[in-house]
């Protein structure tokens, strides 16, 4: 029995693999993010696998080259460049790598499996808006905020759009019109039920601009395509008007980095580290300012301030898988239905991701990133090349046996590691809301795999439960040079409050002022800070 007979399913598995990012949540169980099983690094590397088990797949996309791919690979280039070298700053750490080419096999993958993709795409969006519904009922029938299956309102809404667009795509008008029409309708109450004014607004601009991009009358692509320029100067112009003033700061601080790393960025993920010295004191003066800062609250500064100039030609890449898109559909004999929903599956979370977290977090995260292979495959068009003969193939099968069992082995690992210290990092918080000692729970985490968190929750029970400074130190230090995250939290007054503790001042003396610098309106780590500037005095003049 032939495996390739079974390689249609491969993009199922991956689809399911998505599904399950957080396995807890679909159990009702509390603290589900603290354990995730399919993060970014896991689906990147389920991409690659993907690509490595067709390599016939991936020499059709290719070759022979044609514009559209190789436009998109060109553009691609300064952001891989930018990647390659920050995996050279950080010692070669694989799933810092895998976190960020994330970005870049995903949609790849999707592109190079369209066909088998397509289908199962759709149905993986209805039953996550199916579950959305679901989850937002028993939440207001609980008396509980209705955030959704994803725990956010904003990230719920678009998915509950998305998921509505798809309903109609599936049932189109022509063969069942009631199932088209309730699909129109839950895109609108989507946009609607969880209050989330960036996804509305964001819908309220993808949905003409869809259609208008796909008409044959010059016109109306022009008026589209102003569409979508005005939605996204207005989604911007948001950052800047936000009445709290957060988001206004938080772009400050993604220009701050991107002048400051023009040419390749801080590096993906790094925006929490580096921006606490970039966010304007002002900031912390909002109602909502937050004791973590992530990320900047539009996905453009993201990229632009992790990755530089990579970052922005990667925003170019987008361009033009979309401008090929539409001219290959424009000109194509289809309906009309499947391109205008790949269309709105892209620009509706690109328009809403100008003002909110999505590229970043599941699960609009793999569907944008899926739609915009599809799409990319669209642009493509079908390649006419000739299968290589089965001489040829057979010398490179067994070399391609090997990638596919290392590919396979390092996901089976990486899933293991990652999940069982998922598992008891989310038994830990579940301990410690219940008044349980979760000290060996964080400590058993740490042992499959070193998070930040973990390494940070360790930290503070050793130093604030058990008096035990030496030990919070250590975890701490470790914080700093096995993970990407130089500043996380309150990991400095901590370590600040530690080094003091063990009678080091003058370590402690610059912790607590780089303390500060990360969040200038402590007034608690002042007091300290001129306590143990005092008491380093004293003990001075008394040795003399």
């Known amino acids: 029995m032939k495996l390739s007979r079974y390689l249609p399913f491969a993009p199922v598995l991956f689809l399911a693999g998505a599904w399950f990012t957080y396995p807890a949540l679909w159990i009702g169980g509390s603290c589900f993010a603290d354990f995730r099983l399919f993060g970014h690094a896991s689906l990147a590397l389920a991409a690659l696998l993907l690509l490595a088990l067709d390599p016939e797949r991936l020499r059709r996309f290719f070759l022979p080259m044609r514009p559209p791919v190789m436009q998109v690979i060109g553009a691609a280039v300064p952001g891989c460049v930018a990647i390659l070298l920050h995996y050279y700053h950080n010692q070669g750490d694989p799933v810092a790598f895998l976190n960020a080419i994330f970005y870049l096999v995903v949609p790849l993958a999707a592109a190079v499996w369209a066909d088998e993709f397509r289908k199962p795409f759709l149905l993986y969006i209805v039953l996550l808006g199916a579950a959305n519904l679901i989850f937002l009922l028993l939440q207001r029938i609980n008396g509980i905020p209705g955030y959704g299956v994803t725990g956010n309102w904003n990230w719920s809404a678009t998915v509950m759009i998305l998921a509505g667009a798809a309903f109609a795509m599936l049932f189109r008008p022509k063969e069942w019109p009631f199932g088209a029409l309730c699909g129109m309708l839950l895109t609108l109450i989507g946009g609607l039920a969880f209050y989330s004014r960036g996804a509305t607004a964001a819908m309220l601009v993808a949905i003409p601009a869809s259609l208008a991009l796909l008409s044959r009358i010059r016109a109306l692509r022009i008026g589209g395509l102003c569409l979508v320029i005005g939605g996204t100067l207005m989604m911007l112009a948001a950052c800047y008007t936000d009445t709290d003033r957060t988001r206004r700061d938080l772009a400050t601080a993604a220009a701050t980095l991107f002048r400051g790393h023009p040419l390749i960025g801080i590096g993906i993920d790094r925006f929490e580290s580096e921006s606490p010295a970039a966010l304007p004191e002002s900031y912390f003066d909002n109602r909502y300012t937050a004791e973590r800062h992530p990320h900047p609250h539009n996905e453009f500064y993201r990229f632009a301030a992790e990755l530089g100039i990579g970052g922005i030609a990667l925003c170019g890449a987008v361009i033009l898988i979309l401008y090929g898109a539409i001219r290959r559909y424009v000109a194509g004999e289809d309906d009309i239905y499947e391109p205008a929903f790949l269309l709105f599956a ?29 799409n990319w495959h669209a642009a493509a068009g079908e390649n006419e090349a000739a299968d290589r003969p089965e001489s040829e193939i057979s010398t490179v099968r067994w070399p391609l046996y090997a990638v596919q069992i290392i590919l396979a082995g390092f996901l089976l690992s990486l899933l293991i590691r990652t999940g069982l210290s998922g598992w008891y990092a989310r038994q830990a918080t579940l301990a410690a809301r219940h008044g349980q000692d979760a000290g060996m729970l964080w400590e058993t985490s740490r042992r499959w795999f070193v998070t930040p968190h973990n390494l940070y929750a360790g930290a503070a029970i050793a130093l604030y439960d058990r008096k035990d400074p030496q030990t919070a130190i250590a975890l701490l230090r470790r914080l700093e040079t096995e993970t990407p995250m130089q500043n996380y939290l309150h990991n400095q007054g901590m370590m600040a409050r530690a080094l003091a503790a063990s009678g080091d001042l003058d370590a402690a003396i610059p912790r607590f002022e780089a303390e500060l610098k990360n969040f200038p309106r402590d007034e608690a780590t002042r007091r300290l800070l001129a306590a143990t500037k005092a008491e380093r005095d004293r003990l001075r003049n008394n040795r003399k």
């Open 346 to 374: 892209v620009l509706l979370p690109l328009l809403h991701g100008q003002v909110d977290v999505l590229l970043a977090e599941w699960p609009v995260d793999t569907i944008l990133l899926i739609a915009l292979g599809l």
